[in-house]
């Protein structure tokens, strides 16, 4: 993706992942700029039955209560196309933000998290 498009509410900018079911885009929304999403896209439309199941899914996942370990959903739905789509808040900058800005971490920076 070379220059911003949108997806829902979502203003994507630049891929971070493409595998062989979706893609994972960086974004942000107009009434929040300075709010980084990561938004999740899926290649295929959903039709008939499927349609129905993920837009029940999508209503649930809005739904939810805030949690100090999940990114809030910021927007759920289908592209114009009918493809399902996923956009969360990002806390942080993603690290290839963080590698793109500063270059490669010193070795004392780099640790492995410890799971409680």
């Known amino acids: 993706m070379s220059s911003t498009q949108t997806v829902g509410p979502a203003a994507v900018d ?16 107009a009434a929040d700029p300075a709010d980084l999403l990561c938004v999740t896209v899926a290649h295929e439309r959903v039709d008939g039955s499927r349609r129905e199941v993920f837009l029940e899914w999508a209503a649930k996942l809005t739904g939810l209560p805030a949690h100090p370990h999940l990114s809030p959903s910021s927007a759920v739905g289908l592209t114009e196309n009918g493809r399902p789509y996923l956009a969360v808040g990002t806390a942080r900058r993603t690290l290839a933000d963080l590698l793109a800005d500063q270059g490669p971490m010193p070795p004392g920076r780099c640790a492995p998290s410890a799971w409680p």
């Open 14 to 29: 630049r891929l971070l992942h493409r595998d062989a079911v979706c893609s994972v885009f960086s974004g942000t929304v």
